[in-house]
């Protein structure tokens, strides 16, 4: 119990030491820390923080948004006029042959 007391209250002074811009030093002598003390616990929960953070590892999976759905055209037909006729996926096969039919009869 003594020993987690201990290194709760130490954890909490070098958070402190490290917001207060004073050297571990002056910090330990203010709190009346042996300084070697100081330095042990600053080395020490410096070394499980970096444990902690190299453990976790890199996420396998990103986040994908997926952008709305566009209809593409699936085949071009150029005519010889130079128009363009864009046939979806979803077209049937009345509609474009009506279409040709129309594009070839003469105005």
Same mark, same amino acid.
């Given at each position: 119990m003594i020993k *987690?007391? #201990?290194s709760v209250r130490m954890?909490?002074?070098v958070r402190q030491w490290r917001q207060s811009g004073e050297?571990?030093?002056s910090f330990a002598r203010?709190?009346?820390?042996?300084?070697w003390t100081f330095w042990y616990w600053c080395r020490k929960l410096a070394a499980e923080? *970096?444990? #902690?953070?190299?453990d976790v590892p890199a996420p396998t999976f990103v986040p994908v948004?997926?952008?709305?759905d566009t209809p593409a055209p699936v085949i071009e037909i150029v005519l010889?006029?130079?128009e363009r006729l864009h046939i979806r996926a979803e077209a049937s096969a009345d509609l474009v042959r009506a279409v040709m039919t129309a594009l070839r009869a003469r105005c």
């Open positions: *987690k007391r #201990t954890a909490r002074l050297s571990q030093a203010h709190h009346q820390i042996p300084t923080a *970096k444990l #902690t953070r190299d948004r997926m952008a709305a010889s006029g130079g």
